[in-house]
């Protein structure tokens, strides 16, 4: 029996996104055919029956994401994730594989041959470089000034590392003498550290640490999920040797495709471990051959699992479109629309978490919330009239701050506009601001 499928993208008055699906049987489908063959009704197995809220259209409301990611992704980046499938192996594919990473050794400004993009989100991209250069026994030094120094912490512990860390309360970062000392008392054989912690809108410089890290037999590590193409970062001229991000913040992709690098000093510790990679899932030694990592021209490239097809399309289109804007074009937009919303914070009385102006990260501001205001309250009315997204602070910021993100497509000054406009009339409402 032949069927022909339809599927219509409406848009309705509701500003929701509806997917309808067109079942359509060829008018020869039931000609010469013999009805199939009911269960036997003696049977004693019965079958659910299906979803009710499956076989209603797929509705998905159009919103202004202004919180710490995802962003909202342009309408060249959604088109390119509805492109026709193709093989995970096929030329065409294996083609764009290598434009991404192309486009992400252009992103971190490095020349490491194992570049690439691994298959999940930026948590995937963490775990993949933890589970490739940790192995039990290994002493790791997390600096910690947030949530993300917390979580690869806790991923280095379960792969067997002897954790030690460094610590800044919520809002600080680091300095070249914290971090020396705490290189040279704790001796460990990779240093990690965020450089753009979300969490609490803190921008953490990065150069001269890759010195000292080397100057001490220790690999650097660095988080740069919510600060890449928004703020200055050079992987090979400031001495990273284990760099990644994510998908949906400036690059402005769906999740589901991260960008990973390892410098040729990290490659060298993958090659000595005692042990396999734990994971076969993220092991970069298999995964070097499926990207193609050190292959000769015309060689094969090795199947090691289904690569997310229409995830690696967005995120080649929007590493294209940094490249077409440049680089640094890029991060000066994210820094000159981070000013504007920073001084009209300031003018409506409100706090930023982050009081040192060249510690604030200018893709992710965080707010205090003011003294008798419920942060939820705010950001549900803002969501409710105006659809826009901003979030509540996330660790030790939970319950006292309000997260402001401007990031790839949606960093404009219009959105800055927008989302002051909202956030005056949401407290104006609950009684902070005079009308």
């Not at 600080?172 to 000392?181: A, G, R």
């Not at 937009?333 to 981070?338: C, D, E, F, I």
């Not at 950001?379 to 660790?395: D, F």
Request: neutral net charge; hydrophobic residues 40%.
């Amino acid at each position: 029996m032949l069927f022909l499928t339809r599927w219509r993208r409406v848009f309705t008055p509701t500003t929701s996104f509806v997917l309808r699906l067109y079942h359509m049987s060829s008018p020869m489908s039931s000609v010469g055919q013999s009805a199939p063959k009911m269960a036997d009704k003696e049977s004693s197995v019965e079958s659910f029956p299906p979803p009710q809220e499956l076989l209603t259209p797929l509705r998905v409301p159009q919103k202004t994401l202004l919180g710490p990611g995802p962003s909202n992704a342009s309408p060249r980046v959604l088109a390119a994730s509805a492109l026709p499938l193709l093989g995970h192996l096929h030329p065409e594919f294996l083609q764009i594989m290598d434009e991404v990473k192309a486009g992400i050794q252009y992103a971190f400004q490095t020349r490491n041959e194992l570049t690439l993009a691994v298959s999940g989100t930026g948590h995937a991209a963490m775990e993949a470089a933890v589970v490739n250069m940790v192995e039990p026994g290994d002493v790791v030094l997390v600096a910690v000034h947030g949530l993300w120094g917390e979580r690869c912490a806790d991923m280095c512990s379960r792969n067997g590392a002897e954790v030690r860390t460094i610590t800044k309360p919520i809002g600080q970062n680091f300095t070249l003498e914290d971090i020396q000392k705490g290189i040279e008392y704790h001796k460990p054989c990779m240093f990690f550290i965020c450089h753009g912690e979300s969490s609490a809108g803190v921008l953490q410089p990065l150069d001269g640490i890759g010195d000292i890290c080397h100057g001490n037999d220790c690999l650097l590590l660095v988080d740069s999920v919510a600060s890449l193409g928004g703020t200055p970062l050079y992987m090979d001229q400031q001495g990273i040797d284990i760099l990644y991000s994510g998908a949906q913040k400036v690059l402005g992709a769906p999740p589901g495709a991260s960008p990973i690098s390892f410098s040729p000093r990290a490659r060298g510790k993958l090659a000595r471990r005692k042990q396999k990679v734990p994971s076969f899932y993220f092991d970069m030694n298999l995964l070097s051959d499926y990207w193609g990592v050190g292959l000769q021209k015309g060689q094969p490239r090795k199947y090691h699992h289904t690569g997310p097809i229409s995830s690696v399309y967005a995120l080649r289109e929007g590493l294209a479109k940094l490249a077409e804007e440049g680089l640094e074009n890029c991060i000066s937009r994210h820094q000159q629309n981070a000013l504007l919303l920073h001084q009209g914070l300031q003018d409506m009385g409100l706090e930023l978490w982050v009081k040192d102006k060249s510690a604030r990260l200018p893709t992710v501001t965080v707010v205090r919330v003011p003294e008798g205001v419920n942060w939820k309250d705010v950001a549900s009315y803002i969501m409710n009239k105006y659809s826009i997204e901003i979030s509540g602070g996330l660790g030790a910021s939970a319950g006292k701050a309000w997260r402001i993100g401007l990031m790839g497509h949606n960093c404009t000054r219009d959105n800055v506009e927008l989302v002051l406009r909202a956030l005056k009339d949401a407290l104006q409402h609950f009684g902070f601001l005079k009308a």
